[in-house]
């Protein structure tokens, strides 16, 4: 049955790899000729902004202000997204914004931002800034941000058109937006969850209290009318005035904890709930939420009325600052603890070290490069969010990359491998008569996985994380002249596509549990990045609708042992895994999905 599935799929998907590869070569061939022309590719979406630094720019330090640079990153980015949308558009949203360096009088800030993907009315623009010193020629990075804007038309509703990547970079950015935008839809439910379900260290009664300032001592409260200065070309209050009016307010809250002129670090998402225009009256509010050990966060929120008579006030956007007080050697110093006043004063300062959580588990998970991540990574309700986003983001990024390389054909199943730093990606495409939402069900379930697996000898559901993300217990057989079986503790994540296009991704990674601990009767095996990405191929969807199923897998070079979990066994090392992989395991990579997959829905070869 396995050959004659082949044969079928030799006969009637050769024109498929074969156009595909066409499509790749011409695409190849055209990139090369206007690269021979001097032109080079740019995105259409892309915007760049240069602005020298003059003192009318700069803070009590000489530096340029964050509120400055905030109004530059926000006209760029309305820009870039004004160019796809073709109509108007207003910030929704921007994120988290990490400030690596300060920029001097003098010196030129290098702005570029581009729109990675379009949703039906909102945009992902992704944002760099880059300094550069003149006298010198030195450049270095200064921040990144990505920030949502949405495209608003009076008359008619507005549905964009589709971005279409084209570099790596591209690719990369366009595959992971999707999956960026779904944790800021739950980011709120994640602080809730996090006060609620997760011990959040409460040392106040610990503290020195002769070091201690009262939360109230740091309040800040000013209006600012908005005038037609601070209009955008739309009518509406300049986002980025907003964003700077916040920051200086955020600026002086934190001067009066600290006695000084404190450095802003970071901030964390400022979120736009609704308009102002010219003549409202903007009431900003800051006072330091938490003051930890060489940091401290301040809270901003923005409330707008339009008559002085008005009982009832809008809020129509927040924001999380944190700062830091630098010595002379720009080290950050001690700071003096706060002590909150007794209830919104302690949700708050509750509310700062869970968010100072998020933050150290997205770095730890998150913006880490790969190979100074842990395959196996501790799990809890606290760092799911950050875990699940890594998980599907590695997969989608790892598909995305355009250098990989072609091993071995066999049966229109294609292996490719990727060498990269410590690790060794193995890629394999196939295309099979599977409907993609029925394989879906099937590949992401693991409990059915021994059904058609051989490396799969037992699958336990641990733990049912939420609709879309799953633990599960998975031991195999002894393989490689190992006694012992081998044993993985797996998170499963798994998305439908976004948008047409998309892939279905099941996504695979190592997590660690307490309930569930290395025992003498395993070798217990890690995976950093595994997991399946499914494509729709062709029209007769009905029928026959054709599936592409991409298998990545990132493992160490340190061995290589089933497929679907690659593993890193501790104190081993095994070579020659590229001869073992091109020639038993690809026979069964493509056996095992074209014959199992086939006959669990019911395909055969008369379909």
Known sequence: MIQNVGNHLRRGLASVFSNRTSRKSALRAGNDSAMADGEGYRNPTEVQMSQLVLPCHTNQRGELSIGQLLKWIDTTACLSAERHAGCPCVTASMDDIYFEHTISVGQVVNIKAKVNRAFNSSMEVGIQVASEDLCSEKQWNVCKALATFVARREI????????????????????????????????ADTIKDLLANCAIQDDLESRDCSRMVPAEKTRVESVELVLPPHANHQGNTFGGQIMAWMENVATIAASRLCRAHPTLKTIEMFHFRGPSQV??????????????????????????????????????????????????????????????????????????????????????????????VPLSVPWDPSNQVCLSYNNVSSLKMLVAKDNWVLSSEISQVRLYTLEDDKFLSFHMEMVVHVDAA??????????????????????????????????????????????????????????????????????????????????????????????????????QLTKRCWVRVSLTELVSASGFHSWGLESRSKGRRSDGWNGKLAGGHLSTLKAIPVAKINSRFGYHQDT
Not at 287 to 293: C, G, M, P, S, Y
């Open 438 to 539: 029925q394989a879906f069900l099937l590949l992401s379930d693991l409990r059915q996985r021994p059904e058609w697996d051989k490396h799969y000898r037992s699958v336990e559901l641990v733990q049912q994380v939420d609709e879309d993300d799953a633990i599960y217990h998975v031991t195999s057989p002894a393989l490689g002249g190992h006694t012992k079986p081998q044993d993985f503790v797996i998170l499963a994540s798994r998305r439908k596509p976004c948008d047409n296009g998309d892939p279905y991704v099941i996504a695979l990674r190592s997590v660690t549990l307490p309930t569930h601990r290395e025992t003498p009767e395993y070798r217990r095996g890690e995976t950093l990045c595994s997991g399946f990405c499914l494509w729709r191929e062709g029209d």
């Open 156 to 187: 008619t509703k507005v549905k964009l058109k589709q971005i279409t990547p084209r570099t790596e970079e591209e690719k990369m950015e366009h595959s992971v937006a999707a999956e960026r935008r779904r944790m800021r839809l739950v980011y």
């Open 279 to 372: 003549g409202d009256r903007l009431v900003l509010k800051a006072i330091v939420n938490n003051a930890f050990k060489h940091s401290m966060e301040v809270g901003v929120c923005v409330e707008a009325y339009r008559q002085e008579a008005e009982t009832h006030r809008r809020h129509i956007n927040s924001a999380f600052m944190t700062f830091v007080v630098l010595d002379a050697d720009d080290q950050p110093q001690l700071l003096p603890w706060i002590r909150p006043q007794p209830g919104d004063g302690e949700r708050r300062y509750r509310e700062a070290s869970a968010r100072k959580k998020i933050r150290l588990d997205r770095k730890y998970i998150v913006s880490c490069k790969q190979t100074e």
